[in-house]
């Protein structure tokens, strides 16, 4: 059993930054790439980064480019994410989750998900 526990979200201002954890259970953590999704309330959960089980690939969707950075430590079963330049924008709850199938940005090829870590960005 795959578990995923999220930490390091809070409240920032505009500008400020903060790193997310993903600390993740057991021993394949390594074999797997993982994301970070968030949703903000009333909207569709929206696919925010992406690493390769090596983490010497990452993908970004364009509003974060420049701003975010995920990362991993395989050696502890984590992954991070670095959020610069904040925005009132990124307000959602930010998720990890290991990827499964195919197509890194869409949810629903993900598995094993995190509760979630609240981050909020005051203007």
């Known amino acids: 059993q795959v578990q995923l526990v999220e930490s390091g979200g809070g409240l920032v201002q505009t500008g400020g930054s903060l790193r997310l954890s993903c600390a993740a259970s057991?021993?394949?953590?390594?074999?797997?790439?993982m994301g970070w999704f968030r949703q903000a309330p009333g909207k569709e959960r929206e696919w925010v980064a992406a690493?390769?089980?090596?983490?010497?690939?990452?993908l970004y969707t364009d509003s974060v480019k420049g701003r975010f950075t995920i990362s991993r430590d395989n050696a502890k079963n984590t992954v991070y994410l670095q959020m610069n330049s904040l925005k009132p924008e990124d307000t959602a709850v930010y998720y990890c989750?290991?990827?499964?199938?195919?197509?890194?940005?869409?949810?629903?090829?993900?598995?094993?998900w995190g509760q979630g870590t609240q981050v909020t960005v005051s203007s």
């Open positions: 057991g021993r394949s953590f390594s074999t797997y790439a």
């Open positions: 989750a290991r990827q499964v199938g195919g197509n890194i940005r869409r949810a629903d090829q993900y598995a094993y």
């Open positions: 690493i390769s089980k090596s983490g010497g690939n990452t």
